[in-house]
């Protein structure tokens, strides 16, 4: 289920930037918690930066439709800056610090994995569901140990992304 409408939305494409954001953002349909025109459930709190034009996107199609030229994941020999940004808090994370979160989770939940759709359909049929008992973040996400989340504030991470990390990040 995504987000309900808003009026909070912009769209901003090259060579503009969101200003609601610390680090230079850009996308379709953005709301304040980074969600997009693309993926907007509780969990899509997350812009990614890209290693092309050293802007963050909530999403792949969100650079695509913003900018003109190819998406270049962030590079390996960068790991250790600033790649990710939290939608719920402000925090941005390291890629390393991004993904040896992912890989936790990853291990934590003996290696069970929730694969989006990673051919650009529409992902509402990819998100997964919880049940009410589960604790919430501050955002209003659902964590728990076994999810991603941010190591900040807690806030729930979309599981589905481990599907198409290469789209963001070099091998």
Request: proline share 8%.
């Amino acid at each position: 289920m995504g987000t309900p409408p808003t009026d909070d939305r912009r769209t901003t494409t090259a060579p503009a930037t969101d200003d609601r954001f610390a680090v230079p953002l850009r996308g379709v349909a953005v709301d304040p918690e980074t969600r997009c025109a693309h993926w907007d459930s509780a969990v899509d709190v997350v812009a990614l930066r890209f290693g092309c034009c050293e802007t963050y996107y909530p999403c792949d199609a969100c650079h695509d439709a913003a900018t003109d030229h190819e998406a270049e994941p962030w590079p390996r020999d960068r790991f250790d800056e600033p790649a990710v940004l939290c939608g719920a808090c402000g925090a941005t994370l390291t890629a390393r610090e991004y993904l040896d979160r992912d890989s936790e989770a990853q291990r934590a939940s003996g290696s069970r994995t929730v694969s989006g759709d990673s051919e650009g359909r529409s992902p509402s049929s990819s998100r997964t569901q919880s049940d009410d008992s589960e604790p919430r973040s501050a955002s209003g996400s659902r964590a728990s140990p076994d999810d991603d989340a941010c190591p900040r504030c807690d806030a729930a991470f979309n599981p589905g992304c481990r599907a198409h990390r290469d789209r963001y990040f070099e091998a």
